[in-house]
């Protein structure tokens, strides 16, 4: 079992994007289920006060780090994680090795013309086997119960949800107990968009900058710019107080 950190009320393992993989192949081989979930600056800010989304993200098997700036803080903060395994890379490889082992995976999210997009890429890359089946991610709370029974009932290995933070990851929590005959289940964010063509991903150089956020305000700022310039911000200023604690304490 790797070390799992805990910094800013978030607890993340300490995985590369290897040992992530060879975890979760693992629990599907073995048919242990397996609850994933990623967090960046937003969703570490977003969990100090939604108590819901701290437990949905805290009580899920694997953690991962998915921004470049809690890689940061969380080696400012003495706790240094071996590397980011964004959640948009992780969820392409796995579709690749659900084509490798002959899984099916299920697509639950974004626009019905986003996801039967994506749906039909997968199935030329690879072959039709590889999707069980998909849907939007527009419904009520009321529908929950239904979707998630004819998500089982297609006998998929992985499910990827792609709906926006905090509703994917209190989905994922609440139904777990039923989703537990799916081996691998993970939300994905906007990853469906990006995949499917919608949206454009930042150039690596800043992915690997930390700056793959200013490249999505950039693409959409009335819509990200309090997400991102005022959640970024509270970031650091979390960051800031558990560091001067942390120093105080040790002095």
């Given at each position: 079992m790797a070390q799992r950190?805990?910094?800013?009320?978030?607890?993340?393992?300490?995985?590369s994007m290897a040992e992530t993989l060879q975890r979760i192949e693992l629990a599907i081989a073995h048919n242990n289920p397996l609850h994933h979930t990623v967090v960046n600056a937003g969703k570490i800010v977003a969990m100090q006060?939604?108590?819901?989304?701290?437990?949905?993200?805290?009580e899920a098997d694997l953690i991962n780090a998915d921004g470049q700036a809690v890689i940061w803080a969380a080696k400012l903060l003495n706790q240094p994680l071996k590397e980011r395994v964004a959640g948009i890379d992780l969820f392409d490889n796995l579709v690749k090795?659900?084509?490798q082992k002959n899984y099916s995976v299920y697509l639950l999210g974004a626009q019905e013309e986003v996801v039967s997009a994506l749906s039909e890429k997968f199935k030329q890359t690879y072959n039709a086997n590889v999707i069980a089946g998909y849907r939007n991610g527009y419904f009520s709370q009321e529908q929950e119960k239904q979707i998630v029974e004819d998500i089982v009932s297609t006998k998929a290995k992985m499910l990827?949800?792609?709906?926006?933070?905090p509703k994917k990851e209190i989905f994922l929590h609440t139904h777990r107990e039923a989703l537990k005959q799916i081996p691998f289940i993970m939300g994905v964010g906007g990853s469906f968009d990006v995949l499917a063509g919608k949206t454009k991903r930042a150039p690596k150089?800043?992915?690997k900058s930390g700056l793959e956020?200013?490249?999505?305000?950039l693409q959409e700022p009335k819509r990200m710019w309090k997400r991102y310039l005022i959640g970024n911000s509270k970031f650091i200023g979390l960051v800031v107080k558990?560091?001067?604690?942390?120093n105080k304490?040790?002095?």
């Amino acid at each position: 079992m790797a070390q799992r950190i805990q910094i800013l009320n978030t607890k993340i393992d300490n995985l590369s994007m290897a040992e992530t993989l060879q975890r979760i192949e693992l629990a599907i081989a073995h048919n242990n289920p397996l609850h994933h979930t990623v967090v960046n600056a937003g969703k570490i800010v977003a969990m100090q006060k939604n108590e819901q989304l701290r437990k949905s993200v805290n009580e899920a098997d694997l953690i991962n780090a998915d921004g470049q700036a809690v890689i940061w803080a969380a080696k400012l903060l003495n706790q240094p994680l071996k590397e980011r395994v964004a959640g948009i890379d992780l969820f392409d490889n796995l579709v690749k090795m659900a084509h490798q082992k002959n899984y099916s995976v299920y697509l639950l999210g974004a626009q019905e013309e986003v996801v039967s997009a994506l749906s039909e890429k997968f199935k030329q890359t690879y072959n039709a086997n590889v999707i069980a089946g998909y849907r939007n991610g527009y419904f009520s709370q009321e529908q929950e119960k239904q979707i998630v029974e004819d998500i089982v009932s297609t006998k998929a290995k992985m499910l990827f949800v792609a709906i926006s933070s905090p509703k994917k990851e209190i989905f994922l929590h609440t139904h777990r107990e039923a989703l537990k005959q799916i081996p691998f289940i993970m939300g994905v964010g906007g990853s469906f968009d990006v995949l499917a063509g919608k949206t454009k991903r930042a150039p690596k150089w800043m992915q690997k900058s930390g700056l793959e956020w200013f490249y999505r305000f950039l693409q959409e700022p009335k819509r990200m710019w309090k997400r991102y310039l005022i959640g970024n911000s509270k970031f650091i200023g979390l960051v800031v107080k558990a560091k001067f604690n942390f120093n105080k304490k040790n002095s």
